[in-house]
């Protein structure tokens, strides 16, 4: 046989075995040095700081647990968050996250290590990366080999679409889940492949830790029926399946149950009805091959059969009884907003208001993933070569997380693995094909090779000697794949399609070398462009700013923080702080003070109520102040310099929100101007300008500039000379850029009087003269 | 010990009655217009001293002595005895008079038929004055003063005025009362009395015009008030007096009738008695609120506990100058709030513990962060408010029931199932040897 290149051939079997596992380990080790590495950005960056929103939250109970153990957790009743009416955390949290950390903060103190708790939840994320490259590795080996594993670690290690939810600080549930996702994936398909309940019940197991930990974790209930389901479908109905579902299901349901924060949604929610349905499909596809190896007739069997169509239809027809009855809760509005983007707009307009509900915009396909996005639809065909459980397996995940990651941004990242292990599997073929030293040998009929400069046009099939199988009718499909990673491929494709199997393969070195090198460079771009999104784009911690000094320095803006700390050092212990919901962990982490709405956003008309006063004029707002206690309202405003995403931008949701409560009395036409359009100038609508959130938005904007002319600058309007007044409300701090303002609530008047004749008597306006009422009744 | 006691009693009597007799302080600051002289008063003035205030003189226009330095209000009281002064100094500003209340210090404004900044103030606290230069005036009964110059009735078992005062002499102008609930009426036109101009009866026929009218309003008749408290939020009270002359030593001792003296000495001792917080001053000492059967308060409360709420309420005392505790309050009422008041329940005095005042109620069947709300505002009463917040919790996980009679179905199921499976597996090991393909079928049912 032919050879390109020659190797060496005096080494024994064990010393290349041994060698190539000591690669594979260093290989590992390296890659899981670069995932933690590349995710240390923030802090080299900024500072060990946790980042965001959600995580604020996920650090205080974490904190909670470290410092009160887990029964303290457990019980935990937060009555500092959705002031009065407190949030029960051990009921409505998953709490894998918070007791992984408390688990290491124990394990590394009794080792007397003193970690922070901080320094715990700011480096969970990128340690767990690490794991994740690993889970990520042997769920790709299954699928291919070892060495399609390890790029598919590499891949996932630096991945940008998995970085931005995994950074240094970016404390949240996500971080632990996808390690979690990958393991389970693992050890099903394991399970499945080996047959073994082992596999099953640790499939289970860590099914269980994701359904702690995640949300998410509704993605693995779907998607094993999923699978189990397209398996019975394609006729290959196992032993193997049987045990693998039957041991996962019986014990994750059982699992899952006990997390209180699920407690019996597993059998009485809609999401988890397709598990319980293919689980009873598969005890009845059991006992139907079990009577069909037992019963010879063939009318028996297809009386079977037909049974088993009833009993498949008597099932839905029982589920949608049940649904209708209400013994199972239908569809949440979330899960409909998967199927329907408009609908969250339309009906729940608190979930659409969240950017990371949003449709994802196409950009960020490229953005998040690179070139891995192109390998994928070719890794995904390649699994058709196989097509054995596992791979479709992968189609089927590839498919409906392709679909997801279109419909919400923050789903690219279920999509993300799957990218990843898709594209390594294109990607080491490809590898695999083009440094295979084996050259085809020359048939009779000729490859029509003119000079050596040709090669592009040859042959780019692969030969079945990498992996000598059934590879009829793959070869087509392979040509694809390799095609999208070389320019040439669709010349390829078409000229490709020798007669003879024996003729296909790769001659010469030159072509080698020119695809590897091709090949290598898109890895080596691949790792610049991740470097730079991650340093640039997904290591921000958004609670700190930066921006470039015109000498290029890096200029930090600190508002928030200086503005959380002014509360913690400045008011009461239980001052209650009103502000938009985005800001309440954040308040509730950074100045430990009572909010009214926070991001975990379970109870729509408490938030709508915040909604409602921000919206309204000042006098309507005033009592619904009083009423929740309300001490200070902090507002984001980033009209001085520039910073988009504040209040004034989310307006318009705590319109639409509140509108949503009372229709009567807030509208969201009243807030634009005549022609449509969404103006704070001079031409905005009363109702805009008597809102209370303009007012305190735009509160001595204008003296700031001296009696030029104010301008917002993330509206790019001009702002009235004359600014708006406050009666009810004081103005207590503004940060140094004015990003963060924040207003105390006025105490009733000490004299009885609506706080606007009070503010107008101290201004030394005369009041009007009023008349002693008239007294009909005792003039009658 | 006893013997220290008596040794003490009457050195803490002696004090006390050197003391001011004020819950709040016995400096006071008159604001004395240049015009009237400070002997015209002497009774009234001479009184407050007797009481132990210390009282310092000052003109409208001078600018010392400061009425309130770094922001810190100098004097316990003011009072503002220039009803005619137009401009004050500028520290004496309506803006200035108000925060002093809001600082906790008590005024007593006596005004004139004259438009003044003090006339335009009154209008703050919801009290309606006539035009200028129309001070009431009355007829009846039959007198030689003139016709400005009105004996009042006082009022009858009052809380404030003592009872069985002879007639009080008063000339200056009535108020008619805002729709405030803050403002206290002391004392109170004569039916027959009305607001006009002083010079002529004229004024009278425009009056009646106006009264036909009814739009305009009307100032005449008893619901005119002559002398009007008023008890700010700060518990802060501000007294508003129609006419000056009332405290002059010549009403004091103007007879009524033959051989009976007015009762305007009596009167306007009262008067700032009351304005001085001196008369039906409470306050709140300690609340307390721990669960049934025990005495310490938890630091949160599970729902549906049976929970003690307990308010110490005390009176000052002006012989004393104690504060002793009270338990004249009937109609107390505690509130159990989150947003909206969950429980309303009266507080009953505790009988034979004076002070005392208690309930003990189930704690609603909801979380959420509650409050303990006493809110107890009466006319002419110090208002009496305490907010004592409390988190109410879920149970605990080991807290719920744990062996539920409802459940004794899924306990049997668990327990047969249980039992089931260890004779099936009992079975299977026994009878594998047997028959291994019945033992397979088994398997799959």
């Not at chain 1, 980042?51 to 410092?67: G, S």
């Not at chain 2, 308010?311 to 012989?319: H, L, R």
Request: proline residues 6%; aromatic residues 12%.
């Amino acid at each position: 046989m032919p050879l390109a290149y020659s190797l060496p051939s005096d080494l024994s079997p064990a010393t290349v075995t041994n060698t190539s596992s000591l690669l594979r380990i260093i290989a590992l080790a390296l890659i899981s040095g670069a995932a933690i590495a590349s995710r240390l950005f923030a802090v080299v960056n900024f500072e060990s700081i946790i980042h965001e929103f959600d995580p604020w939250f996920n650090y205080r109970a974490t904190k909670v647990l470290a410092e009160k153990g887990f029964y303290a957790f457990w019980n935990w009743f937060d009555h500092t968050a959705w002031y009065p009416l407190g949030r029960v955390v051990g009921g409505t949290i998953y709490p894998g996250l918070m007791a992984t950390s408390g688990v290491i903060y124990n394990v590394l103190h009794a080792l007397n290590l003193p970690v922070d708790i901080r320094n715990i939840c700011v480096l969970l994320a990128p340690g767990f990366s690490a794991l994740t490259a690993w889970s990520t590795y042997m769920f790709t080996k299954e699928l291919k080999d070892e060495s399609a594993g390890l790029l598919a670690a590499a891949f996932i290690g630096i991945a940008p679409g998995y970085i931005s939810r995994s950074v240094a600080g970016s404390y949240d549930n996500e971080a632990i889940a996808i390690f979690l996702l990958m393991f389970t994936f693992y050890s099903w398909i394991k399970a499945l492949k080996t047959g073994s309940a082992f596999f099953g019940t640790l499939t289970a197991l860590f099914y269980f830790y994701m359904v702690a930990a995640w949300g998410g974790y509704a993605f693995i209930t779907n998607m094993i029926p999923l699978h189990a389901l397209t398996l019975i479908l394609m006729g290959r109905f196992s032993s193997r399946l049987y045990v693998a579902y039957s041991s996962w299901y019986a014990i994750g349901t059982l699992a899952s149950m006990q997390v209180p924060f699920v407690g019996f949604q597993p059998v009485r929610t809609s999401e988890h009805m397709a598990a319980l349905g293919v689980f009873g499909l598969l005890q009845i596809v059991a006992f139907a091959e079990l009577v069909r190896a037992h019963v010879s007739s063939r009318q028996f069997q297809s009386i079977l059969f037909g049974s088993v169509i009833v009993i498949g239809v008597l099932g839905v027809l029982a589920f949608a009884g049940l649904t209708y009855k209400g013994w199972i809760a239908p569809w949440t509005g979330r899960f409909y907003s998967l199927w329907d983007t408009g609908y969250a707009k339309k009906y729940i307009p608190i979930i659409a208001s969240v950017s990371e509900h949003q449709p994802t915009a196409w950009p960020s396909f490229f953005m998040d993933l690179q070139f891995l996005i192109f390998l994928f639809p070719a890794g995904v065909i390649l699994c058709f070569r196989e097509l054995r459980d596992e791979h479709v397996f992968v189609i089927i995940y590839a498919v409906v997380a392709s679909y997801f990651a279109g419909v919400m941004v923050r789903l690219m990242l279920t999509l993300t693995p799957v990218v990843c292990v898709a594209a390594a599997v294109a990607f080491s073929s490809l590898l695999d094909t083009y440094i295979d030293p084996v050259e085809p040998e020359v048939s009779e009929v000729a490859v029509p090779v003119t000079g050596g400069d040709s090669s592009a046009a040859s042959p780019a099939t692969v030969d079945g000697a990498v992996s000598s199988k059934k590879a009829k009718k793959a070869a087509a499909a392979v040509a694809d794949a390799s095609s999208t990673g070389i320019a040439s491929g669709i010349v390829a494709a078409i000229g490709g399609q020798s007669k003879s199997p024996k003729a296909r393969g790769i001659f010469g070195l030159d072509t080698r070398f020119l695809i590897v090198v091709n090949a290598l460079g898109m890895l080596l771009f691949f790792v610049l462009h991740c470097t730079y999104v991650t340093s640039s784009a997904y290591s921000s911690p958004s609670v700190v700013l930066a921006s470039q000094n015109p000498d290029g320095s890096q200029h930090i803006i600190d508002d928030f923080r200086e503005a959380y700390y002014w509360l913690r050092q400045n008011t009461p212990q239980d001052a209650v702080v009103m502000s938009w919901w985005d800001y309440g962990y954040q308040i509730a982490g950074m100045a430990d003070r009572p909010t009214l709405v926070d991001n975990n956003t379970w109870n729509n008309t408490h938030i709508a109520t915040v909604g409602k006063a921000m919206s309204s004029p000042e006098e309507v707002a005033y009592p619904i102040l009083r009423k929740h206690d309300v001490d200070y309202v902090l507002i984001i405003f980033g009209g001085l310099i520039g910073y988009s995403g504040d209040d004034i931008n989310k307006f318009l949701w705590m319109v639409r929100i509140a509108q949503g409560v009372w229709p009567d009395e807030i509208q969201e036409p009243n807030y634009f101007t005549p022609k449509g359009e969404y103006r704070i100038d001079d031409a905005a609508s009363p109702t805009m300008k008597n809102s209370l959130m303009y007012k305190m938005s735009y509160y001595r904007f204008a003296e700031l500039f001296g009696g030029s002319q104010a301008v917002d600058r993330v509206r790019g309007q001009q702002v009235p000379k004359t600014g708006p007044t406050l009666d009810y409300l004081d103005e207590a701090f503004t940060s140094e850029n004015w990003i963060v303002r924040i207003y105390q609530v006025k105490k009733e008047d000490l004299l009885g009087r609506d706080l606007k004749t009070a503010n107008a008597f101290a201004n030394g306006k005369k009041r009007k003269k009023s008349k002693p009422l008239a007294r009909r009744k005792a003039l009658a | 010990m006893r013997f220290l006691r008596t040794l003490l009693f009457p050195l803490v009597a002696l004090t006390s009655l050197a003391l001011a007799r004020s819950s709040t302080g016995d400096t006071v600051l008159v604001l004395l217009e240049p015009s009237l002289k400070k002997e015209n008063f002497s009774i009234f003035f001479g009184d407050l001293e007797k009481k132990g205030y210390k009282l310092t003189f000052r003109s409208p226009k001078d600018t010392t002595p400061e009425i309130i330095k770094d922001d810190v209000a100098q004097f316990a009281h003011v009072v503002v005895f220039a009803p005619e002064t137009k401009t004050f100094a500028g520290d004496i500003t309506p803006q200035t008079l108000v925060s002093l209340l809001s600082k906790k210090t008590n005024l007593l404004l006596a005004l004139s038929p004259k438009q003044t900044p003090l006339s335009s103030l009154a209008a703050e606290f919801t009290l309606i004055l006539p035009p200028p230069g129309t001070p009431l005036i009355s007829h009846f009964p039959k007198r030689d003063t003139p016709a400005t110059v009105v004996p009042v009735e006082p009022p009858r078992a009052h809380h404030i005025i003592s009872d069985g005062l002879a007639p009080v002499w008063f000339s200056g102008v009535p108020q008619a009362l805002g729709n405030s609930p803050m403002l206290v009426p002391l004392l109170q036109a004569p039916p027959q009395a009305f607001a006009s101009d002083a010079d002529s009866d004229s004024g009278a026929d425009a009056l009646v015009e106006a009264a036909e009218k009814s739009g305009e309003g009307l100032w005449a008749g008893s619901s005119l008030s002559l002398v009007t408290g008023f008890q700010a939020l700060s518990n802060a009270r501000a007294t508003w007096v129609g006419g000056i002359e009332i405290f002059s030593d010549e009403y004091i001792n103007k007879e009524i009738s033959k051989g009976v003296k007015s009762g305007n000495r009596q009167f306007v001792k009262d008067v700032a008695a009351w304005t001085f917080q001196e008369a039906n001053v409470l306050r709140i000492d300690t609340v307390e609120h721990h669960r049934v059967n025990e005495t310490l308060p938890r630091e949160t409360y599970t729902i549906n506990n049976q929970v003690t709420y307990t308010a110490y309420i005390s009176q000052y005392d002006p012989e004393l100058d104690l504060w002793e505790p009270y338990s004249g309050i009937n109609d107390l009422q505690l509130e159990f709030t989150m947003l909206d008041p969950h429980i309303r329940t009266s507080l009953p005095p505790v009988a034979g513990e004076p002070g005392k005042y208690s309930v003990s109620f189930r704690v609603p069947d909801r979380h959420g962060v509650f409050k303990f709300n006493v809110d107890y505002k009466r006319k002419g009463w110090s208002y009496l408010s305490s907010t004592t917040v409390v988190p109410i919790v879920p149970p605990r996980h080991d807290e719920y029931p744990r062996f539920l009679s409802a459940a004794w179905p899924y306990y049997a199921g668990a327990f047969s199932t249980s039992a089931a499976f260890l004779l099936f597996v009992a079975l299977w090991l026994a009878g594998d040897e047997r028959e291994p393909k019945k033992g397979k079928g088994s398997k799959a049912e």
